[in-house]
């Protein structure tokens, strides 16, 4: 017995290697109907719950109905996490998880040299190597050899364990995603309860699919626990930050969240009225859940209707809002011109996409700006806001409400899919702490005129119809200042668009001034908008270790500029804009600053990587 005993125990594995590392890239990638964004999301919860500073870049096909195993139908989901601050989904992943031969080819360039690739083998049979475009299978030749490649039966695994369930093989093979998951979960040391109870709640109705669900998680999990087919799993420590209450949120809900708080604090009711397009419906999906705030929610038949029935709300006393991608932006024009003229407080959001016409639906984009600045007929400013991370979607959302009461107009909302989509932790603002907002209706007909202005904003008074003795008409047509009456002057067109104008520039006096990170002088001065300062202020943060002469600034508020932005690009030698279109602000720092600034341009439908806007400034500083 005792030999046996300590014959045993010398056949015993060594226990499981730990290791402890700073932050992980992580990619799922498959069919559409893979669950990949499932997967994606349900790893992400977990993350922000265990307490990882995170970023998410969600990659939906543009296709609907893109045949099963074809490249156009490949969805992906990414995630970067870290035990310290995190502003970009990474560039390079370090661990993929692949579902079938088509989504190897679209997304293995990406993986770093030395990434665990883990795959699907089930999927790499004749047919779905075909359809991707392979001649011979990649799992048997050799060209993944730079790659730490993981060969799972993950389908079968998946079938095996829900062999005695009562459901169809189409809806167990669904659960192969969970078995995915859970391979991930063991791999970066993650707790699969948050999974489990979310599971059981979704899925409450057919606890049969529930059981099936969390069947197959355990399996990928203890699978890759029991079968040591990995060197060594991860653990990535709880990530440093400000004391307070967090959630994970998406862009797309923090713009949603950012109109509600601000209409409650206004005690102003919220109208918001859109026509769904990608990738901006979020916004009306989330909005439509907190009727308790008064909020009212209208899916209008097009663009059109949404618009004018958000300009009818504002007018009748409550604040109108409206969302839509780029395409939907244009259809909008006319209507927002309305806004303009009449002079009523409206946020038109744009969640901006990838262009022309439909162009790239699901992909992201900063290519309407322009658009934004001058889409309209006439001498037509508008003040516009673009929000710079998808937590800060809620702050600009806030503000564009704020500032749209404070001028009596339109404002425009800039996001992007990016942003939308994109999730990170959101720090839980404590009401007390957000700007106050304060509605003033006029109600005394003795003293009321259309169109008397206030000296400081010179925004005209808001009176609520039905008011008696306010009796008044709104219209397309020039008004004359004070009465309102329709008027063909010319003086008076010149003095009423000069009045416009300065409604514009007077809210300079109500926003922050612009902050360079960094030396507030020197060599190069990297100037980004939206989407893209999480890559600007971690390349600028990484080349500023290197003791690089190069500092960062961030617009937010696109018109009117901060009041110091003129100051703080005339103190470098060097202005580098990257932009994810061809140089949109670059032209109109160009145009206004009589500056000929540096570009960096890239429309590729997705976010620009550190390592690009790293390379860029070194040639810059080398003078190439």
């Known amino acids: ?275 769904p397009i990608t990738p901006a419906s979020d916004i009306l999906h989330e909005l439509a859940k907190h009727k308790t705030f008064g909020v009212k929610t209208i899916q209008a038949e097009d663009e059109i209707a949404a618009i004018c029935a958000a300009i009818g709300a504002s007018y009748a006393g409550s604040f109108g809002i409206t969302g839509t991608s780029g395409p939907g932006l244009a259809l909008k024009s006319e209507a927002s011109n309305l806004a303009l003229i009449t002079e009523l407080p409206l946020v038109i959001t744009n969640v901006q996409r990838g262009g022309p016409s439909t162009g790239l639906p699901t992909k992201t984009e900063q290519s309407d700006l322009l658009q934004a600045m001058y889409g309209r007929n006439g001498d037509s400013p508008l003040p516009i806001l673009a929000a710079a991370t998808p937590a800060d979607c809620f702050y600009m959302a806030f503000e564009a409400v704020r500032l749209a009461i404070e001028a009596m107009s339109p404002v425009i909302l800039l996001s992007d899919g990016y942003l939308g989509s994109g999730a990170e932790p959101f720090a839980i603002p404590n009401i007390k702490d957000l700007p106050k907002i304060k509605i003033m209706h006029h109600t005394d007909p003795k003293t009321f005129e259309p169109y008397k202005r206030d000296k400081k904003s010179f925004s005209r008074p808001w009176a609520i119809p039905g008011t008696f003795g306010l009796e008044h008409r709104l219209g397309g047509l020039e008004k004359s200042d004070g009465s309102g009456d329709v008027s063909y002057d010319p003086e008076n067109h010149q003095l009423m668009t000069d009045y416009r104008h300065k409604k514009v520039e007077s809210l300079a006096n109500l926003i922050p001034e612009l902050e360079v990170y960094g030396a507030k002088s020197g060599k190069l001065l990297v100037l980004g908008w939206g989407s893209t300062f999480g890559a600007i202020s971690t390349a600028v943060e990484k080349e500023q270790k290197n003791g690089t002469d190069v500092s960062s600034a961030h617009l937010r508020y696109i018109n009117p500029f901060p009041k110091n932005l003129g100051k703080v690009l005339g103190s470098f030698e060097k202005i580098l804009i990257p932009e994810l279109n061809m140089g949109q602000l670059s032209m109109i720092i160009n145009a206004k600053f009589n500056l000929k600034v540096i570009q960096l341009n890239k429309v590729h439908g997705k976010p620009f990587l550190i390592h690009e806007i790293i390379k860029k400034i070194r040639l810059t500083l080398e003078g190439k």
């Open 1 to 275: 017995m005792t030999d046996k005993t300590t014959e045993r125990s010398e056949t015993i594995e060594p226990e499981d290697i730990l290791e402890n590392i700073e932050s992980a890239t992580i990619r799922f990638a498959g069919d559409s109907g893979d669950g990949m964004q499932l997967a994606g999301t349900q790893f992400t919860n977990t993350t922000a719950i265990f307490g990882n500073d995170l970023s998410t870049l969600p990659d939906y096909p543009a296709e609907i109905r893109a045949p099963a195993g074809s490249l156009p139908g490949v969805s992906g989901f990414q995630i970067c996490f870290s035990s310290k601050d995190v502003k970009t989904p990474g560039d390079e992943p370090d661990a993929m998880v692949i579902m079938n031969p088509a989504a190897l080819k679209v997304n293995i360039k990406d993986l770093q040299t030395g990434g665990i690739l883990i795959v699907n083998e089930d999927a790499f049979k004749t047919l779905n190597l075909q359809k991707a475009g392979f001649e011979t299978s990649p799992l048997e030749d050799d060209s993944l050899s730079a790659y730490r490649l993981i060969k799972i039966p993950i389908t079968k695994l998946t079938l095996n364990a829900l062999e005695k369930f009562d459901l169809t093989n189409k809806i167990k093979e669904r659960s192969k995603n969970f078995t995915a998951l859970g391979i991930i979960f063991w791999l970066y040391d993650r707790p699969l309860e948050p999974t489990v109870n979310w599971v059981n709640e979704k899925f409450a109705k057919v606890p049969e699919v529930a059981k099936a669900n969390i069947t197959a998680l355990k399996t990928g999990y203890n699978f890759a626990s029991t079968t040591r087919i990995f060197a060594s799993h991860y653990s990535i420590k709880k990530a440093k930050m400000k004391a307070g209450k967090y959630r994970n949120i998406t862009g797309n809900e923090a713009t949603a969240l950012g109109f509600v708080t601000a209409t409650t604090l206004a005690k102003i009711p919220l109208v918001y009225a859109s026509y």
